[in-house]
């Protein structure tokens, strides 16, 4: 008297649930690490020196005003009116300075992370489940061919 009477579609379900183990060395074969890829956007604001050249601008009108001469300095400008012999010259002179602008740079850097991956180990008790299910399979496997030898 058996105690399990094995049937092609036990049999079948056997093979299948062992077939379907695998090592960690297959494993990685088919599923090697990868690296983690990340994008910074890095914004950086830096101020540049501009050189504002000096310029002048000189009007002559003709006037009918007595002589004189105006001087006007007002920080950066400096103006100069001269009347003389019924003529209008005004003189305006821009000083040069230097004046910053601030300049926004944006640029994108890809850093590249190795994953850590941790080792699996196998435990023990399912390394014995492992061997108790190959001999449940050898068993099986015997089984049917000792039944359909007949």
Request: hydrophobic share 40%.
């Amino acid at each position: 008297m058996t105690i399990f009477k094995p049937t092609p579609l036990s049999l079948l379900a056997l093979i299948i649930i062992a077939s379907s183990c695998t090592t960690q060395r297959r494993c990685a074969q088919k599923f090697p690490c990868q690296t983690g890829r990340d994008s910074i956007y890095i914004e950086t604001l830096r101020e540049v020196p501009i050189y504002i050249a000096g310029d002048s601008v000189t009007i002559e009108v003709p006037t009918l005003c007595p002589d004189a001469l105006y001087e006007v300095e007002n920080g950066q400008l400096k103006n100069t009116i001269k009347i003389l012999n019924n003529r209008l010259v005004s003189v305006a002179k821009l000083k040069p300075r230097i004046d910053t602008v601030t300049v926004v740079d944006t640029r994108t850097e890809v850093v590249y992370r190795p994953q850590v991956v941790e080792k699996f180990r196998t435990p023990r008790f399912m390394k014995w489940l492992a061997f108790i299910g190959l001999a449940a399979l050898a068993y099986i496997i015997a089984g049917l061919y000792f039944k359909y030898k007949k």
